[in-house]
């Protein structure tokens, strides 16, 4: 039975679960867990980016219009934080993409030393 | 995310809540009106028309993008994946228009699994959009269950719950992969609402203002006499279908049945809010305790594909009972191709339906003629038989004297 934060009663019975979390349909569960994890974030991204659009509406009913937004010109110190944190981002993001790898799972144990 | 400091409180809350949609104003005022407030952050993002926005800016925008993967894997992915697939089939020789076993199809294609791509962004986002919901109802649990009981026992429509009755086990499956299904989470109703507007926006239109709903109720016919008194709407889910069938016939007694508790529930809350008094009872469409020849109209939207065969022949039985003679009975549901073979690209569509998007019925109800069954059960159809919605089954029935 589900558990909810809740003493209320909830007129529930137990279902009989799909096995979807299981499921392999691309031939490499890796490349099913990255399309997953790709659509999961795909619409944090999005989400964020509507709230952004929200608040950009609200603060041009407060005087800050979309033109004073594309005018913006960042101080010199901004660009410089701003670019350290860009290069972050990318690098956390995208850096795996660089990865050149070359041993399989069965190689062996690489001489230390 | 709802702040819980903003939730109104249990017992004297629902009882200011019922209390207001009865217009009982003086005792709401007695119940609580310090709770005045805390009963408007109740829907505190507001409304848009009949639907009730949901609880958190973010939540609605991962809805938003949900919709939109839903449209895109349904034209360009679908559409790389067919192409896919058809490469596949020639490859092993395969007509496309060849009639083939779903076991077939898969043998067919099991080279090469990267086809499969629509069928995981399709049921990815479907599982992610779901667990989102559940995730939220389920943090506001107290909150939302404390509003829905506020309006259990608020009229004009009735609202019958049977915690006593035996679910079956068909009917327990997670269909459409929602956890929990239609009878395991108490918000199942809420969960399924917002998710399948998702469905609706990818197959047939909007229908967040349940437009599909009422332009098919608008189409349904009548019974030859004219008289239309009492409507049963068989598995109603959330009513959708049953308050549209309210709405086009005001004066008539409206019930919607269903075997899932928080979908009546849900279903019931709904239309106390949009004031709409139809009736639900939470009870199977096989044994719907109503009398013989009780209703001029009996209905199910989109039910049959979500229950055995052999269940489907029983509700036939079901309809013909509680129908009179003269009274019309229209189940919508998908055509159905009366065999187990069809072509690869739409058995290939099929399975996954059936096994991946855990609507385990619809392969037995795909291959049963179900339009023929109700022929055989005491139901004749008009020469001329209305098309209540476009693209799906016309099962336009008048039941026999």
Known sequence: ?113 | MINRRMMFRGTAASAAMGAIFKNRVAEAAEAGKSLAAEVKDLNFRGRDGRLQLLGALDLESKHDFSYGVRLMQGKKMRETAQAMFMRALDKKGVKSEALMTVDEVMKAIEDDPAINIAQKTWLFNQRIMWKSLQDFFHENADFYLAEMESFDKVGPGKLELNPNMEIPSEARHEIHIQPGGYVGDPFAGHIYHYGTNSFYISVLGHNEQDQIHKKTVARLPTPADGKVKRILDMGCGIGQFTTALKERFPDAEVWGIDVGAPMVRYGHTRAQKIGIGANFAQRLAQDTKFPDNYFDITVSYIMHHEMPAESTLKVINEARRVARSGGIYYPIDFNTRGTNKGTAWGMYGLWFDSRWNDEVWHQEFDAMNFTAEIGRRGFTAPKEPVIALPGFGVRHFIRNA
């Open chain 1, 1 to 113: 039975m589900v558990e909810i934060k809740s003493k209320r009663p909830t007129y529930t019975v137990d279902a009989i679960k799909s096995d979807i979390g299981n499921s392999l349909f691309l031939g490499n569960p890796v490349l099913d867990n990255v399309v997953a994890c790709l659509i999961s974030l795909s619409g944090d991204v999005w989400a964020t980016k509507r709230r952004m659009k929200v608040l950009e509406s609200l603060l041009a009913k407060q005087g800050i219009t979309q033109e004073m937004v594309e005018k913006y010109r960042p101080t010199e110190q901004e660009v410089a934080a701003w670019e350290v944190e860009r290069d972050a981002f990318v690098e956390s993001s995208l850096g795996n993409l660089g990865n050149d790898a070359t041993r399989p799972a069965s190689a062996g144990f690489i001489t230390r030393g």
